[in-house]
Nanobody, 129 residues
Framework: QLHLVESGGGLVQPGGSLRLSCVASGLSLDDWNIGWFRQAPGKAREGVGCISNDGESTNYADSVKGRFTISKDNAKNTVYLEMNTLKPEDTAIYSC??????????????????????WGQGTQVTVSS
């Protein structure tokens, strides 16, 4: 069974950068599309973006386009979320999920948490001065 673990969160000032990792074990990520989601206190889970199993296709939420980049290293069984120009409203617990549904073709599918399973425990990102 696929097991995902996120890391790399922390406290960063507005305008700063962080890189989150989503490491998979149990199965190869070659067959899985990965999505990044976040949840702030008192709010619903929100899709951030996703990447295809071969790493060739991505899709992003409008709120992070141009600031966040998702990449994949299948040799390391790891997906990354590079976050730049961070804002206080990016503060949330970030988690990754896996799916075999081809979600990168549309933003709506990419950001729909119901398509995903095998969620990690999440990593806290706090953007504050």
């Amino acid at each position: 069974q696929l097991h995902l673990v996120e890391s790399g969160g922390g406290l960063v000032q507005p305008g700063g950068s962080l890189r989150l990792s989503c490491v998979a074990s149990g199965l190869s990520l070659d067959d899985w599309n990965i999505g990044w989601f976040r949840q702030a206190p008192g709010k619903a889970r929100e899709g951030v973006g996703c990447i295809s199993n071969d790493g060739e296709s991505t899709n992003y939420a409008d709120s992070v386009k141009g600031r966040f980049t998702i990449s994949k290293d299948n040799a390391k069984n790891t997906v990354y979320l590079e976050m730049n120009t961070l804002k206080p409203e990016d503060t949330a617990i970030y988690s990754c999920g896996a799916t075999q549904v081809i979600v990168t073709s549309t933003q709506q599918a990419c950001l729909q948490p119901l398509f995903y399973a095998n969620w990690g425990q999440g990593t806290q990102v706090t953007v504050s001065s």
